[in-house]
């Protein structure tokens, strides 16, 4: 080996090293302000250019109506007309318009699924078409409306309301609570004939809906087939890692404590994740309970306090910061403090950190954070339900490549990450951010150039 291979390699090893042990330097920019209620955002796969926003009710000044809006990612506006608009859904504090899910081939189909509780405060999974079955279009046939499934709801809280497509399997997946009240007085999460404190999993390729046939009680007459998991409370935001397929839930707790639980792509049977039986990790009401053994357990908890009611969000896997892809983020409703970790069966938790102080940004406070969203490139945004507010978590310093804060943190390894991203076509490379194939060009290295010439001043 040459002595400059040598130097190379070592240059590299040094880069990786200091990416490894790299403090990641975040903020946020307010992309939006003036909504009502915004529960939740997402976008069609490869729709880089809008950004849905799902108001829970009040929009227009009406209490029982509720909208899905379409923010201009480009302009960063919002469209006057709404994409689509929910009439007479429920007003209680936990009811509304509460999931959206663009199908897998959206781009094809044009076809999109929500989750509301009506006027009679059941819950409704219905889909919808884009108008005119063109996916392009900025506003959804309101004549097209198909209910799916209903689930009458024996309280008002408590309703979930997430729903998403895994990634692997193109299955929709669909979260419910135990029904409400408090301490699930009918016993809902550990009853598996009730679709109540469950994580359904359908497929909504036809006309409605049918059960896969590798669906744990796939065939049961006892058991309810649209069952995955079960032994949730209020499963408030979940998500699969789009790259892995990993699944994560976040279980708001009743008195004490607040849990994500974990499932990994591989997995295929009927996990019970413990509600009533248990909270979190402590004993709750076993009276009638399976084994301990026979339940999943979460991987992360934490206690009340200022902190009351966990809100689940995601895996990083977007193109601005590449040293974060892999880092779990979720929040709590309450506290408003915001932390991330990174998760690997068998090892556990590792680089747990409170981003709260490092995602503040000066003039505005992000609180009521109801929901994370991702866009189509996996960019992550925080949703700030009582000041009407969408917040985008970006980096502090974008050609900082490798993370680092070690002064000074643009130097040559920035170069290496950058030629190295370049190399391997990763969407962190396109520093021009254009959009006309091929995005990975000549443009992106004079960018980086001029990018680095100016410097940045806060890493
Ligand atoms: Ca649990
Ligand atoms: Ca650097
Ligand atoms: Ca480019």
Wanted: charge should be negative; aromatic fraction near 12%; glycine fraction near 10%.
């Amino acid at each position: 080996m040459s002595n400059r291979c040598s130097s190379l390699a070592l240059l590299l090893a040094a880069g990786l090293a200091t990416s490894a042990h790299a403090q990641v330097g975040l903020t946020t920019v307010r992309v939006q302000t003036g909504l009502t209620r915004p529960v939740f955002v997402t976008a069609p796969p490869g729709d880089t250019s809008r950004l849905f926003v799902v108001e829970q009710r009040g929009s227009a000044g009406v209490a029982t109506r509720a909208d899905i809006r379409i923010l201009n990612l480009a302009t960063n506006t919002m469209l006057a007309t709404p994409f689509l608009t929910i009439n007479n859904v429920s007003i209680g504090s936990e009811q509304g318009l509460l999931g959206l899910a663009f199908d897998p081939n959206y781009a094809t189909n044009g076809r999109f699924f929500v989750n509301y509780t009506n006027s009679a405060g059941t819950t409704v999974i219905a889909r919808y078409t884009a108008t005119g079955g063109n996916p392009a279009s900025n506003t959804a046939d309101p004549a097209s409306a198909t209910t799916i499934l209903t689930q009458a709801q024996p309280f008002a809280n408590h309703n979930g309301g997430w729903m998403g497509f895994g990634p692997n399997d193109g299955y929709l997946y669909i979260s419910f609570g135990d029904g409400g009240s408090a301490n699930d007085p009918q016993n809902n999460g550990q009853n598996t004939n009730t679709l109540l404190g469950k994580m359904l999993r359908i497929d909504v390729t036809g006309a409605t809906y049918t059960i896969p046939p590798t669906n744990p009680f796939f065939g049961s007459t006892s058991m309810r087939q649209e069952i995955w998991a079960y032994g949730l409370r209020n499963p408030w935001r979940s998500s699969f890692d789009r790259l892995t397929g990993d699944f994560y839930i976040a279980d708001v707790g009743q008195d004490l404590i607040e849990e994500i639980n974990f499932q990994p792509a591989s997995s295929a049977t009927a996990i019970n994740y413990g509600w009533r039986c248990y909270e979190g990790n402590n004993a709750f009401n076993t009276t009638g309970c399976a084994p301990a053994a026979t339940m999943q357990f979460p991987i992360y908890t934490y206690t009340h306090g200022t902190a009351c009611s966990v809100t689940g969000g995601y895996v990083y896997r977007g193109c601005a910061i590449p040293s974060l892809r892999g880092t779990y983020f979720f929040a709590d409703y309450c506290s408003a403090q915001i932390t991330s970790f990174r998760y690997a069966p068998g090892v556990g938790v590792t680089q747990l950190t409170n981003r709260t102080a490092e995602l503040a940004v000066a003039g505005f406070t992000i609180n009521a954070i109801v929901s994370f969203g991702e866009d189509a490139n996996g960019e992550l945004y925080i949703v700030d339900q009582g000041g009407g507010e969408l917040y985008k978590i970006v980096p502090r310093c974008g050609i900082n490549l490798d993370s680092s804060t070690i002064n000074p943190f643009l130097n040559v390894n920035d170069f290496t990450s950058f030629l190295n991203l370049f190399a391997a076509s990763d969407c962190a490379a396109n520093c021009d951010k254009s959009t006309v194939a091929p995005v990975l060009n000549i443009n992106d290295f004079t960018c980086f150039l001029n990018s680095f010439a100016v410097g940045c001043s806060n890493p």
